[in-house]
């Protein structure tokens, strides 16, 4: 029996699914990983909207990260950060740790090799529009990679 998926066997025998093998990223240092699983992981946050797992042929797994707007321009209210855009606000240097420090947490539950080393905010969501998500909402993982090299390449 062969599949396009990658998944393990429960302790009924059962098989989960947990990726698929196309998705897989591949560091540098030869470690595969399942992307969707430090997906799932990381982006369970209250202040994550949706977040993009990067590091094939990389030394180490970063991230673009899309913020839940309505409860970061909460966050930021509460502490007097003056903003006047969603640039202005990813940009501020508060949001950017504050979002280094909940996901370095929630990284902790990963393996070592997988944890999100840098990430960067991005200030639009990911669209079936722009090309990103799938008429199934999955990501696109290749078009993306493309679309933002230039802020990959920075967490590099």
């Given at each position: 029996?062969?599949?396009?998926?990658?998944?393990?066997?429960?302790?009924?025998?059962?098989?989960?699914?947990?990726?698929?093998?196309?998705?897989?990223?591949?560091?540098?240092?030869?470690?595969?990983?399942?992307?969707?699983?430090?997906?799932?992981?990381?982006?369970?946050?209250?202040?994550?909207?949706?977040?993009?797992?990067?590091?094939?042929?990389?030394?180490?797994?970063?991230?673009?990260?899309?913020?839940?707007?309505?409860?970061?321009?909460?966050?930021?209210?509460?502490?007097?950060?003056?903003?006047?855009?969603?640039?202005?606000?990813?940009?501020?240097?508060?949001?950017?740790?504050?979002?280094?420090?909940?996901?370095?947490?929630?990284?902790?539950?990963?393996?070592?090799?997988?944890?999100?080393?840098?990430?960067?905010?991005?200030?639009?969501?990911?669209?079936?529009?722009?090309?990103?998500?799938?008429?199934?909402?999955?990501?696109?993982?290749?078009?993306?990679?493309?679309?933002?090299?230039?802020?990959?390449d920075a967490m590099y």
């Amino acid at each position: 029996f062969k599949t396009v998926d990658v998944g393990e066997f429960d302790e009924d025998g059962f098989r989960k699914i947990t990726d698929r093998i196309k998705d897989l990223i591949i560091t540098s240092g030869g470690k595969n990983i399942a992307p969707q699983h430090i997906e799932l992981v990381v982006g369970g946050d209250h202040y994550i909207e949706q977040i993009v797992a990067i590091g094939d042929r990389r030394p180490f797994i970063s991230a673009l990260v899309v913020p839940s707007f309505e409860a970061l321009e909460e966050w930021a209210k509460e502490r007097g950060l003056v903003f006047d855009s969603r640039e202005q606000l990813v940009a501020a240097p508060e949001v950017v740790a504050m979002y280094e420090q909940r996901i370095a947490a929630r990284s902790g539950k990963l393996g070592p090799y997988e944890r999100i080393k840098k990430i960067t905010l991005l200030a639009t969501e990911f669209t079936q529009d722009a090309g990103e998500l799938t008429p199934t909402m999955k990501i696109k993982r290749k078009f993306i990679n493309e679309k933002y090299t230039t802020e990959v390449d920075a967490m590099y």
